[in-house]
Every structure is written in structure tokens, then in C-alpha cells.
């Protein structure tokens, strides 16, 4: 089944503790992206990726980091969370030819809580 | 910047009614224009996606038209039903830096 697979779907931690949330797509895409989402401010971009090794910004990348070492993963790394980086997260990709784009895919959500 | 406005913020209808929610945004290069149905809690389903030279598309009892030029969509939704009953959000893909830029959404409900 064509998916992006997010791990994991809950997670509690701590100010300062390093976190890994992984994201994984099996449909060949070289487009990924991650999202935040919060109350009132809705979806709102961290970081992309065209395709391998290749990384950019989005509009809310401070206190984010992000690799793409392998086409099918793209995981978001925060070094240092902080209790503003609670918050719904998405990982999405989709195919990219040219400049024709099919449907963002996205996994089911990471709901991360810092205290 | 691009700015995504999507009106009303809030719908609820009697079941079977056709409706239209409404998505306006400020930057037309785009490379397309999609639709999304996110259930309380969970992730995004695309629905339709229009690509920039396309004017329509259409799924079942989903309409998506694009105006580019005026900065417009509209996504018709034909003889309601509860479990239609979820928030709607559009999103336009920017040409410049490849951006996805989400409107805040329409909350729909449905009633049965």
C-alpha cells in the first residue's frame, strides 16, 4: 500500500532531550516536506526537500534540523526541544516531473508534547 | 507572501444541500492548487488537486474549479452527507520555493 509512514504517533518528552521523529514514503517521491500544526495558526512549513541531499527552509525552520540521505526517508530532528515545539506534525511527499506535482501525501500525524 | 484565505470559516448544513466553499490567495504562480479533507486529529486526505493550467476537476460529488489570474478556487460539494462532515482546507503550491501554503480551513457539519 502506496503510504507515509510516520514513527512515532505520540510523544511526551522533556526540555532538552534530542528527538527523532522519523518519516518514511514508499512511492519513489522526491518531494518531501514537514509540517507543524497549531491552533489558530493552522499547517505551517519547517523544512522540504526536492530530493536527496537536497534540503531548504520553510517558514518556521528555527530550533529544526532535517536530513534526506535516502530518497524513501526524511526525518526531523529537534537538538534541543522546547515547550513552543509542541505541536501536531506532519510529514508529507509527493511526486515531482518537471514542474507538475501529483498530490501531496501525508502521514497520519505526530503529536509532540514538551514540558 | 503568499496569503490564503478560505471563506466561511464555519458551515453547517442540512443533510443533501450542494454547497461551495470558498479559497482566495494573493500570489498566482502557482504550479497547482489542492484540496484537502482533514478529520479531527488526524492527517490530510487530498481530494482534488488542479494544476495551473487546468481550469476543473472533479471526483465523484466534488467540483474543483481554479482562477489563477483572479486568485480564486471553489470546491462544490453536491448533495451533502454526514460523513462529509470535516474541515476543508485548500492550498496553493508556489512556484517560488516550492512552498505549500495552507488556507486556515472550513469547518463543515453536516446534519443528519
Known amino acids: 500500500e502506496a503510504q507515509v509512514t510516520q514513527n512515532p504517533r505520540y510523544l511526551i518528552t522533556v526540555t532538552g532531550k534530542k528527538l ?10 522526491e518531494y518531501m516536506s514537514w509540517y507543524r500544526q497549531d491552533p489558530g495558526l493552522g ?16 517558514d518556521v525552520p528555527e530550533g529544526y534540523k532535517v536530513s534526506r540521505k535516502e530518497k524513501r526517508n526524511f526525518p526531523l ?5 522546547s515547550p ?17 506535482y501529483s498530490p501531496l501525501h501525508f502521514g497520519n500525524g505526530t503529536r509532540l508534547t514538551v514540558t | 507572501k503568499q496569503e490564503v484565505t478560505q471563506i466561511p470559516a464555519a458551515l453547517s448544513v ?32 487530498s481530494l482534488l488537486l488542479i494544476q495551473s493550467s487546468q481550469r476543473e476537476q472533479t471526483s465523484g460529488r466534488l467540483n474543483a474549479s ?35 501554503i495552507f488556507g486556515a480551513g472550513t469547518r463543515l457539519f453536516v446534519k443528519a
Open chain 2, 14 to 45: 442540512p443533510e443533501g444541500e450542494n454547497l461551495v466553499l470558498n479559497c482566495s490567495f494573493t500570489d498566482s504562480a502557482i504550479y497547482n492548487l489542492q484540496w484537502f479533507r482533514q478529520d479531527p486529529g488526524k492527517g490530510l486526505t
Open chain 2, 66 to 100: 481554479l482562477d489563477k489570474s483572479s486568485g480564486r478556487s471553489t470546491l462544490y460539494i453536491a448533495a451533502s452527507q454526514p460523513g462529509d462532515s470535516a474541515t476543508y482546507l485548500c492550498a496553493p503550491l508556489q512556484t517560488g520555493g516550492f512552498k505549500t
Open chain 1, 20 to 29: 527523532t521523529v522519523t518519516c518514511s514514503q514508499n512511492m519513489n517521491h
Open chain 1, 43 to 58: 499547517l505551517r512549513q519547517i523544512y522540504y526537500s526536492m530530493n536527496v541531499e537536497v534540503t531548504d527552509k520553510g
Open chain 1, 77 to 81: 530532528i529537534l537538538e534541543s526541544p
Open chain 1, 84 to 100: 513552543n515545539q509542541t505541536s501536531l506534525y506532519f510529514c508529507a511527499s509527493s511526486l515531482r516531473r518537471a514542474q507538475l
